[in-house]
């Protein structure tokens, strides 16, 4: 079910998220779907739980390969379910970002360049995997959801935080 996503400004997207205690339950199968076809609805590369009010620490992200989108690397469809992230490098990377809960907004928002992320599936599986570039920033910016932290929290050059339509005019832009 397509479930509205909460803007920023909703208290509920500044709590910290709760580790989720059971795995491959029917109440979690009903939530991944309902991330999903939120997240296919509105385009986006990620989502994250408590964007739909949802108060656990799942996340969801994925992008395939777009001919409108050829700068974009591929990134695996993912459930990720309490997630710990390591940076490998201090090496911090500038990019823009969007957020399903900022609709029509960019901002030019540090992330680190690799890390390393551990974690659950749906099923309790574990997930270990370490990422660089696009990939990297995705899972950061979807587990920065999860304490609370939406990217405009992140910009250090507000110069570069702005409406879509006003930074790239005539682009075609994706969101996440
Ligand atoms: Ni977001």
Redesign the pocket.
Same mark, same amino acid.
């Given at each position: 079910m397509i479930r509205e996503v909460l803007k920023m400004g909703d208290p509920r997207l500044l709590q910290q998220a709760q580790p989720l205690q059971q795995f491959d339950t029917p109440e979690l199968h009903a939530l991944l779907a309902d991330l999903r076809d939120t997240m296919a609805h509105l385009n986006g590369a990620?989502l994250?739980a408590p964007?739909i009010g949802v108060g656990l620490q799942v996340v969801i992200f994925g992008v395939e390969q777009n001919p409108r989108y050829p700068q974009v690397e591929d990134i695996p469809d993912t459930v990720l379910i309490n997630p710990v992230l390591t940076p490998l490098s201090d090496e911090l990377e500038e990019d823009w970002e969007g957020? $399903?809960?900022l609709p029509g907004l960019r901002g030019m928002v540090p992330r680190h360049a690799r890390l390393r992320y551990q974690g659950f599936d749906e099923k309790g599986n574990p997930i270990d995997r370490s990422v660089d570039g696009f990939h990297a920033r995705v899972v950061q *910016? +979807?587990c920065d *959801?999860l304490l609370g932290i $939406?990217?405009p929290m992140r910009i250090r050059d507000f110069s570069k935080f702005g409406f879509i339509q006003a930074l790239f005019p005539g682009e075609d832009v994706i969101d +996440?």
């Open positions: 990620g994250a964007q957020c $399903l809960s *910016h +979807e *959801h $939406l990217y +996440e």
